[in-house]
């Protein structure tokens, strides 16, 4: 089966289909999860100070650009919006630590928290 047949709508036929648009969809989601880290890597490199890496301001825009996404995905029901919104807060706040790590690893040994 090709990944965008396993990616089709619908009703799976048995617990092996539903794992193999599982399957099918994390190949999909891991390069991307992998690039949306290597962007917080560039942010650490290009901001100037510590406290510039948490941006509550930034981090409500992507929330309610994930929920416009969402809104926009036929048949998400109500219960799966609220789960993809906390996936994404915790997706962000993981990002936010490694990009403080990509930042603290970029000061001199004395300067790092
Ligand atoms: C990448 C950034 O840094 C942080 C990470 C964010 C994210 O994971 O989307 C959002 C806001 C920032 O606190 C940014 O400021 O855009």
Do not use: N
């Amino acid at each position: 089966m090709s990944a965008d047949a396993a990616l089709d709508w619908g009703p799976c036929a048995d617990m092996a289909e539903v794992r193999r648009r599982v399957d099918a969809l994390d190949a999909q989601l891991v390069p991307l999860l992998a690039r949306r880290l290597q962007c917080m890597r560039e942010a650490a490199r290009l901001k100037p100070r510590r406290e510039l890496v948490r941006d509550e301001a930034r981090i409500q825009q992507v929330l309610e650009q994930v929920q416009r996404h969402a809104q926009a995905q036929p048949g998400m029901t109500a219960l799966e919006m609220e789960v993809l919104i906390d996936v994404y807060r915790e997706l962000i706040e993981r990002c936010i630590a490694y990009e403080l790590r990509c930042f603290d690893a970029k000061l001199p040994q004395e300067l790092r928290p």
